[in-house]
């Protein structure tokens, strides 16, 4: 049952039960609609306890359905028949009551909460905005100015803030529903206050919304439901809740059916599998609270600053003084960054450093119940630590290496007790991006696997499982992503076209741009590399670039020219000569051609590591380039991205 419904005297208790987030799927819609207009015509009801089973009150519309046509009944019209009701609705709320959910709980016309309830209206991390009603009658609840910041910028108030902002009503204890029916036998009998979509409007002071337009569009970055919302939203105050409740609802139904609100869909369903593919889901993971980290460099730091931000103490290891004190240095301008980005409450500041542990030498490592490698990319010094660690860490003890190219298996070889080992692949930096690719060897016990995606859930990012092949999926997708960008410049197209097109589609920088950041010689001595082992690499474009001495912004021009103390890349007539007998003659390509080429051979590349078994499904390959590569999340990855247009 979707729906349960209790009487208690003369109060009905309806309790949403939909697991697992009690969505408002279309039954739901269906039985809530039947049960107002039942009670309305019961004489022994006189007022209904709306509440949600489990931990939570309701998140919102099933977004699993917004991939098929709208079915009646429609959220808005249960809504206003809810409101239109002649006996007293109060929504008990625990947990979350989100979108569609808090939408439900404004039809109501009382809310009472728990202090820990959270209300949100998050329609905007998918592409669309409130579609039943939100833009309207949450300011006329809550007042424009808070209303603002919950519609179209992602605030959430819990249950304290929600009584001061009037959402609720009063606060209950548990258990909710008896405190429930009690505040409603308290309003039994009593003249309805107003609805809230009935409620008198205030309008702002005039400067609210243009500050309001000016500070949303700006975070909101490109996307186009935020600043929508907040269309809606000013509509409806200016020119009546009725008017407000049809643009509201036409635009939710438009950006409903777009290729981003499709994008933000599928990526939210990705993430959330991510973290539990089917294969874990039986298994405990391991218990970790101490974890090495060897290499202070910038990957080490930002692995322990990851973890300390966790809550997990940390052993950072080094060779020696001076190498310990740059460490400490680092991971003190990394806990600055990380206070001030709101990763690290002020209650936890001091136990951070507190969690903080470095040391000299190996010993340490005794004391962990993880380590993780991230010296140099080199695979004798990485095999020399994983030496070092066998000999004085516990037999329990989970190695990982953090390496982005080297064969783990290779890494591992001789380690005793190699069922203990798999690679945890950080994407730099370690801190602040998402993606941890988790690369199991065929010894890899499954409860170590499990652990790696258990650390990744702790630290807040989104774990991908990779096989082992070069580079992993990201990398290896990275380099056939340049490969193909050389070749777009080798048949004649601009190099700053192929960026241009690439910054409109949505990544922060193309290519070339990235790797003048990145610095050209790491890609430049992998090629050289494979080529002593005598592998059949003919020259790309990027290796005269390093040949000539340029290495990118490190030495003042790679792609592009860089003035001093400036990263803004300038067209490079020197790089032009340079690469010249690699390039054809001058052609002009259109952005959109290109972004359709880079594409195609990202999604190519995808293909084959599908086809090797590398990845275990088309959505991870999407997770991995929208959290480590900086994909633009509006188009989903390369993979939705080719399955949208038929190419691959
Ligand atoms: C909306 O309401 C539009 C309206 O304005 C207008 C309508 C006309 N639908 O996150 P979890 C699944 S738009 C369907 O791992 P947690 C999720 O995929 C909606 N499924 O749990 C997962 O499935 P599985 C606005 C949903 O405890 C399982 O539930 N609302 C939905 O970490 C558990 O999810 C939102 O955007 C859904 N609405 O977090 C809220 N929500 O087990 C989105 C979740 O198969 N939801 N699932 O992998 C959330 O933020 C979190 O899920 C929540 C629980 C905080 C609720």
Same mark, same amino acid.
Request: proline share 7%; aromatic share 4%; with cysteine.
């Given at each position: 049952m979707t729906v349960n419904v209790e009487i208690d005297g003369e109060i009905a208790i309806v309790t949403i039960e939909n697991p697992p987030v009690n969505a408002v799927s279309g039954a739901v819609r269906e039985r809530l609609l039947a049960l107002a207009v039942a009670f309305d015509d019961d004489p022994n009801v006189r007022a209904v306890v709306l509440t949600g089973a489990g931990k939570l009150f309701v998140a919102g519309a099933d977004i699993a359905e917004f991939d098929r046509p709208p079915e009646p009944p429609f959220l808005p019209d249960v809504i206003a028949r809810i409101? +239109?009701? #002649?006996?007293?609705?109060?929504? $008990?709320? =625990?947990?979350? +009551?989100?979108?569609?959910?808090?939408?439900?709980?404004?039809?109501?016309?009382?809310? !009472?909460?728990? @202090?820990? @309830?959270?209300?949100?209206? *998050?329609?905007?991390n998918l592409g669309i905005i409130p579609g039943a009603g939100g833009t309207q009658r949450l300011p006329r609840v809550v007042g424009v100015t808070e209303a603002i910041r919950i519609v179209a910028e992602n605030h959430s108030p819990d249950g304290v803030e929600a009584l001061r902002l009037g959402l609720v009503y009063t606060l209950v204890d548990e258990p909710l529903v008896p405190a429930a029916v009690a505040f409603a036998r308290s309003v039994v009998g009593q003249a309805l206050p107003p609805s809230s979509?009935? =409620? $008198?409007?205030? /309008?702002?002071?005039?400067? !609210?919304? +243009?500050? @309001?337009? &000016?500070? !949303?569009?700006?975070?909101?970055?490109?996307? #186009? @439901? *935020?600043?929508?919302?907040?269309?809606?939203?000013?509509?409806?105050?200016?020119?009546?809740?009725?008017?407000?409740?049809?643009?509201?609802?036409?635009?939710?139904? &438009?950006? =409903?059916?777009?290729?981003?609100?499709?994008?933000?869909?599928?990526?939210?369903? $990705?993430?959330?599998? #991510?973290?539990? *593919? #089917?294969? /874990? =889901?039986?298994?405990?993971?391991? *218990?970790?609270?101490?974890v090495g980290v060897v290499g202070g460099g910038t990957m080490g730091s930002g692995i322990a600053a990851a973890l300390l931000n966790a809550g997990l103490s940390v052993v950072l290891i080094e060779q020696d003084e001076a190498a310990v004190?740059?460490?400490?240095s680092t991971l003190a301008s990394l806990f600055e960054s990380s206070r001030r980005r709101g990763l690290i409450s002020d209650d936890d500041a001091a136990g951070w450093m507190a969690r903080l542990e470095t040391a000299i030498g190996y010993g340490a490592a005794g004391r962990c119940d993880m380590v993780i490698e991230a010296v140099f990319e080199d695979l004798a010094v990485k095999r020399s630590v994983f030496a070092e660690l066998g000999r004085v860490c516990r037999p329990d003890t989970i190695l990982a290496t953090n390496t982005s190219y080297i064969d783990p298996r290779l890494i591992a070889d001789g380690l005793p007790g190699q069922e203990r080992f798999l690679g945890l692949h950080f994407f730099s930096p370690a801190q602040v991006m998402k993606l941890l690719e988790i690369v199991p060897t065929p010894e890899t016990a499954p409860d170590v696997l499990a652990t790696g995606y258990d650390l990744a859930c702790r630290l807040g990012k989104i774990p991908v499982r990779s096989g082992i092949c070069d580079g992993f999926i990201g990398n290896r997708i990275l380099r056939r992503y340049r490969a193909e960008a050389e070749t777009l410049v080798r048949g004649g197209v601009g190099i700053a076209a192929v960026d241009a097109a690439m910054r409109a589609f949505g990544f922060a920088m193309g290519p070339f741009e990235m790797q003048d950041m990145a610095g050209l010689d790491i890609a430049f001595l992998y090629r050289e590399a494979a080529r002593s082992r005598g592998e059949p690499l003919p020259d790309m474009p990027g290796d005269l670039l390093v040949r000539a001495g340029r290495k990118g912004q490190k030495t003042g021009g790679g792609w592009y020219d860089y003035a001093a103390g400036d990263r803004r890349p300038r067209p490079s007539a020197d790089a032009e000569r340079v690469i010249a007998p690699l390039v054809g003659a001058k052609t002009e390509m259109a952005g959109e051609a290109i972004v359709s080429r880079l594409m195609a051979s990202m999604a190519e590349e995808g293909h084959a590591i599908l086809a090797e078994g590398i990845a275990l499904g088309a959505a991870d390959i999407d997770l991995v380039e929208v959290h480590g590569y900086g994909f633009p999340r509006k188009c989903g990855g390369p993979m939705f991205q080719a399955g949208r247009t038929g190419k691959t």
């Open positions: 409101e +239109a009701s #002649a006996k007293p609705w109060i929504a $008990a709320i =625990r947990g979350a +009551a989100l979108g569609g959910g808090l939408e439900l709980a404004l039809g109501c016309r009382f809310r !009472v909460a728990t @202090a820990s @309830a959270r209300f949100a209206l *998050p329609e905007i979509i009935q =409620r $008198a409007a205030s /309008m702002p002071p005039p400067d !609210v919304w +243009a500050e @309001a337009e &000016a500070r !949303v569009t700006a975070g909101a970055r490109g996307a #186009a @439901a *935020p600043p929508q919302a907040l269309q809606a939203l000013k509509h409806g105050i200016e020119h009546g809740a009725e008017a407000g409740l049809a643009l509201e609802r036409s635009t939710f139904l &438009a950006l =409903r059916a777009t290729e981003e609100a499709a994008a933000l869909r599928h990526l939210f369903f $990705a993430e959330r599998a #991510a973290l539990r *593919p #089917a294969d /874990m =889901r039986a298994l405990n993971p391991l *218990p970790i609270e101490t004190l740059r460490a400490r």
